[in-house]
């Protein structure tokens, strides 16, 4: 899937998280997502505990941090 499809899945709500970036309208926090897979679980572990979630949710999640990095 390419970059920006998978960056649709990232989305802004005023109402949800003050504004932050989640997951295709969820109350999933991007930074929840990337918090987790920083503190050691993996992508299988983060799937099981969030049935919601997809495996490209957390690819999207690692393409905006990257994105945010490089000041794209």
Same mark, same amino acid.
């Given at each position: 899937m ?6 649709d899945r990232? !989305? ?9 970036p ?5 109350? &999933?926090?991007? *930074?929840?997502? #990337? ?8 992508i299988? !572990?983060?799937?099981e ?6 495996r ?5 999640? &690692?393409?905006? *941090?990257?994105? #945010?990095?490089?000041?794209?």
């Amino acid at each position: 899937m390419k970059e920006q499809k998978l960056l649709d899945r990232i !989305t802004f709500n005023p109402q949800i998280f003050g504004d932050k970036p989640i997951i295709r309208g969820r109350r &999933l926090a991007v *930074e929840h997502i #990337l918090g987790m897979l920083a503190a050691g679980d993996t992508i299988e !572990t983060l799937l099981e505990a969030y049935p919601c979630l997809e495996r490209e949710d957390v690819q999207a999640c &690692l393409i905006y *941090e990257r994105r #945010l990095v490089g000041h794209e």
